[in-house]
Nanobody, 121 residues
Framework: QVQLQESGGGSVQTGGSLTLSCVVS???????LGWFRQAPGPGREEVAY???????TYGNSVKGRFTISKDGAKNELKLQMNSLSPADTRMYYC????????????????WGQGTQVTVSS
């Protein structure tokens, strides 16, 4: 059973940086996992994701500012966030998808409990 525990959220000023961490239990593959954040409306939007090839992908609004990485030794997923703005104020979640026959399958995605990021102007 996959379990996820996020940490690292907090409050920063515009232009500041934060690093989110997600300890992953029950899943050791460096593929099909990533960070999402609560959208302004319903649902969650993808922030950064490690795809089925093990390559990072990023949402347009965070490209060049955020970096996703996986510490294999600690089995920890990280999100380095730089140049933060108030628009980045959200609840952030890490998530793991199922890896089925080489494909990432979001059906049955496992979510962490979330960590709040607040950026003040």
């Amino acid at each position: 059973q996959v379990q996820l525990q996020e940490s690292g959220g907090g409050s920063v000023q515009t232009g500041g940086s934060l690093t989110l961490s997600c300890v992953v239990s029950g899943y050791t593959v460096n593929k099909c996992l990533g960070w999402f954040r609560q959208a302004p409306g319903p649902g969650r939007e993808e922030v950064a994701y490690i795809d089925r090839y093990g390559s990072p992908t990023y949402g347009n609004s965070v490209k060049g500012r955020f970096t996703i990485s996986k510490d294999g030794a600690k089995n920890e997923l990280k999100l380095q966030m730089n140049s933060l703005s108030p628009a980045d104020t959200r609840m952030y979640y890490c998530a793991v998808d199922r890896l089925v026959l080489g494909y990432c399958v979001p059906n049955g995605r496992t979510w962490g409990q979330g960590t709040q990021v607040t950026v003040s102007s």
